[in-house]
């Protein structure tokens, strides 16, 4: 998104528009260069001027494919070692060896509560050194002035410049424009990475306090996140609603099919369902694992499609991907792809026969629009703002109804005529809302906000 | 000290269970103001009592309080009835009375006990004089109802019950054995009506007028309170803790990046050791401790705050900081207990009542949104009926009406 926002704002505002980085404690103007040269150092392509065969391919990605998170690798090494020994010295060792992982466990316990007492004790440390230090209006931290409009549309509680970023604008008087994507850490504590929810509550009082307008993504996360303004007391900025784009952004949206790895063929080569998220326990997956296994095991030689999950590990998913690698009722029906170039991940939703969602809450709920703009026929969880994306061209399942969704996917997959029927609906009725659409949204409302602004100074 | 308008030989003793030097408690300034209108009517007082806790500094007059040891022997569990149990001892046990006894000259004429605690020990005590001197009981508060809001987390219901019975005996015998009641607010004075008092004063906590020093100026500069801060002031008195955090368990989003909340005084342990304090969005990030203060700091702290906050939501009693709130001339945002005694000025400029979490917050963000209130030359006479002077007036009056008898 970020890619396509600059794209469109450099359109609209050619010079006017840059980018900045914040260092820490004030922000510097990134040269375009730079700044250019940052984004084609994201990983969401393949290298241009790659020449790509099959086989080349598969060894460029396949590296990809078989690497194990680092806590499983470490597991996985211990154990190998172990294995390697002989018999009588594993029985040997084997007493001891529980003991010094007892103690190891303990030892690494201990070290986290220190870890995190001294990281709260910099943390009190760096509050009371803010209160001290970040008594002044803060305007030379900020190379803005009155009439510019400061954007930021990332997930920036860890940076720190609210406080910073609302004094240089009470100064200065320029304009701000935050984004909310979704109020997880706050309503799903135990679903964020520690640390987290404690972090950004108060990123989303200050930001709103120094903000002109909050852009939320969803109605769902705009009702979310003043509901939760109201219960702090914050008084709640302006806020609009911005829709996410459905395209995957492929390159010059020229799709070559000679370039797909050849293990994507592989998983494309059957029928298969996809998933599309980041392995965590918010998103779920562990239901649609259930589902399987409850199918599987009550009929062992069920025609199921293969189920792909096409998504990074998050936190604390590594005894799940244990139960995912190691089950033999279903090790053989489901296959993780930890990540895909944009380019697979278009063939993979273009030969997909129909697309699940069961996340247990979402600010948006991108990979229902990707698979509705191809045309796939999708099945997702009611949970927050996912009914927004399709509203009655998807069918819902309560995220933690296991036996519901095992229904849901027999029915999807072994009924023709109704999986034809539901994709010809999205087909015939699914507006696609293309990720320049979303960006120049924001810009019209950036547009709206400047007019608005300089009629107040008017007056 | 003010020269007696009228010196009588006449002596008086304060009884209580804390030293009146270097007050830091609303217990300790009310009875610490009480003794110095006695003298300036021209009394010879004499303060005496047990130190109730560790951290009391010796006092001359005062004896030491009983080890947990033998608080334990006397009442399982006797936290939270600490004084309770150490009235019980001096007024039963021998070696106690005989202890404090030792502390208190031959004869006074007048006996005055702050808090029912110590009421039987002076009644006894007043038994062994030449001519047993009349008994004021001053009132602080509704003590059994303020047990039963300390009590009730730490013990099961019907326990609480007991408890708070052992508190409400010890309580209405000093209220009905008394000459005199000294009550801090008409609902309280009411309450002693109704149990059996042979007479009622009111007499509502009050303020001092303090000047502001270029040293506490100082020192409240440094201290880096941002750019406007609200600020509350607790003793390490349960309900002060206890409605701060009710207040704000959701969340305290009501106060700009730019601006704090400050705590004072000793009712920070009390804060902190609470899980609601961790617990609540941005109550942590947004709160600055400062501490016990001496009253010029305390002073200065309450001329540069914007906003007072006064979230008291149980206990008994009427708050000091709310008259010290009401003479500061700021915004004050309190529950309708906190402006309890001190109704006629609910109305005022820049005060604002609020009793529901969303209330306050709502009431506090209007307030740090507006300038400071205007207060009138008519308005500031009417404030001083806070003042110490004017609050405790009715006392001469109810000397004199002692003496009649």
Known sequence: MEVELANQLT??????????????????????????????????????GTVSTAHGNAHQEA???VSLDKKSAAKAVLRGSFSLLPAFARRALYPTGLVLLRIAKKVLAGLRVLKQNVHKAAARAVR?????????????LFPFREGDVFLSVGNDWDYGFDEALFRARKSTGFTVVRMVYDMVPY?????????????FVPHIIDASYGADLVLCISQNTERDFLSALETFGTPAPQTAVVRLGDNIA?????????????????????????????????????????????????????????????????????????????DPVTKDFITWLPWVPDEDLDYLY???????????????????????????????????????????????????????????IVNMSSNDDYRLSREKMVRDSYVPHGWNESTQDIVDKIRELMTDGAKNREH | MKIPSHPTSKSVLMLCLYPLSNPRHGGQIRTGKIKEKYISLGYRVRAAGVLSHNSYPRERGFIKGPPPKVLTEFLSHPVGLEDYIIGR??????????????????????????????????KQLSHTFDSPPPIIYGSQNMEHLLKEDILGPAFEEDEVRKRVRLVREVEVNAIKEADAVVAVSAEEGAWAEEVGARQVTVLPNGVSASSQTSRARSFVQSLGLGERYCLFVGSAHWPNADGLLEMFKEGLGCLAPDESLVVAGAVRHLVVSDSRFESSPNLREKTIFLGELDGEDLSE??????????????????????????????????????????????????????????????????????????????????????LWESSLRGLEDLLHSLEGQ
């Not at chain 1, 803010?130 to 030379?140: E, L, P, T, Y």
């Not at chain 2, 404090?100 to 020990?121: C, G, R, T, Y």
């Open chain 1, 63 to 65: 590296w990809r494919l």
């Open chain 2, 301 to 386: 702290l309450l001329a540069k705050a914007h906003a007072i906050v006064l979230p008291i939501t149980s206990g008994g009693g009427t708050n000091l900081k709310t008259a010290e709130a009401i003479w500061a001339g700021k915004h004050v945002v309190a529950t309708t207990k906190a402006m309890r005694g001190f109704e006629s000025f609910a109305d005022a400029p820049g005060v604002s009542i609020a009793d529901t979490p969303a209330e306050f917050k709502r009431e506090l963000r209007r307030a740090m949104d507006s300038p400071l209130p205007v207060i009138s030359s008519e308005e500031r006479e009417k404030r001083k009926s806070v």
């Open chain 1, 187 to 199: 309503l799903f504590p135990h679903y964020s990475v520690d640390g987290v929810p404690k972090r």
């Open chain 1, 350 to 408: 273009d030969k997909a026969l129909f697309c699940v969602y069961p996340s247990s809450y979402e600010g948006w709920g991108l990979p229902i629009g990707e698979a509705l703009s191809r045309g796939k026929a999708v099945i997702a969880s009611s949970a927050g703002s996912i009914p927004e994306v399709g509203g009655e061209l998807v069918d819902y399942v309560n995220p933690w109804d296991t036996s519901a969704w095992a229904e849901a």
């Open chain 1, 11 to 48: 359109a609209s505002f050619g010079d006017a528009f840059y980018v900045c980085d914040w260092s820490g404690s004030h922000f510097r103007v990134l040269d375009r260069a730079e700044y250019l040269q940052r984004i084609n150092a994201l990983p969401t392509a393949r290298q241009p």
């Open chain 1, 250 to 326: 492929v390159e010059n949206d020229v799709f070559i099919p000679d370039n797909t790895p050849v293990e994507i063929k592989r998983i494309a080569s059957q029928p298969f369902i996809l998933y599309v998220s980041t392995i965590e326990r918010r998103k779920n997956h562990e239901t649609l694992y259930r589902a399987y296994r409850q199918i599987l095991s009550a009929n062992p030689s069920a025609q199921l499609p293969h189920l792909v999950f096409v998504g990074t590990s998050g936190w604390r998913v590594s005894d799940f991907l244990n139960d995912l690698a190691l």
């Open chain 2, 89 to 122: 001892l001096c007024g039963e046990n021998d070696i106690w009375f005989e202890k404090l006894q030792k502390q208190i000259p031959a004869n006074v004429d007048l006996i005055h006990v702050e808090q029912p605690w110590l009421f039987s020990f002076a």
């Open chain 1, 128 to 140: 009371q050194r803010r209160r001290i230090s970040v008594k002044d209006d803060s305007s030379h």
